[in-house]
C-alpha cells in the first residue's frame, strides 16, 4: 500500500479523495456512537460539509466520460447535494426515521457502494492499496 498515487494525482482528486476517506470514517463514528446528542450534531455537520464537499468537487473530475464531460457518478453527486441538506432539515424538524434512512442511504450508496468502484484495476486507488 502507497499513497504515493494519490499524491501523484490532481488537486481536486487529492481533496475529493481525502474528503471522502474523513466522511466514511466521521460516519463509522456516527453509526457507532448515541444519537440526538451534542457530539453527534457537530460530527453530523462535519460529515454534511464533507459529503458536499465530495460531491461539488466530482464535477472536477471527469475521466469518465458518458455525457460530454459528465459521467452516471455525477447522478450521483447531485442527489447527494439534494438528499443530504433535506436528511439535516428532516432531523431539525424532529423526523428521526426519516433524517435516519436519509443519512444511511446516503452513507451506503456514496461512499460504500460508489467507494468499492475506486478500488477496480485502473483506478487511482486500486493503485494506492494494490500497486501498480
Known sequence: ???????AAPLVVQLHAFAAMAAFVL????????KGTLPHR?????WVALMLLVAASSFAIQGMR???????IHLLS????????LAVLA????RVGTHSKAMISIFA???VIAGAFTFLPGRIMHRVLLGG
Open 66 to 72: 458518458q455525457w460530454g464531460p459528465f459521467s452516471a
Open 27 to 34: 460516519g463509522i463514528l456516527q453509526f457507532a456512537g448515541p
Open 42 to 46: 457537530a460530527m453530523g455537520y462535519a
Open 109 to 111: 450508496g456514496a461512499l
Open 91 to 94: 432531523a431539525r424538524r424532529h
Open 78 to 85: 447531485i442527489t447527494v447535494m439534494i438528499l443530504t441538506p
Open 1 to 7: 500500500m502507497s499513497l504515493e498515487p494519490l499524491f
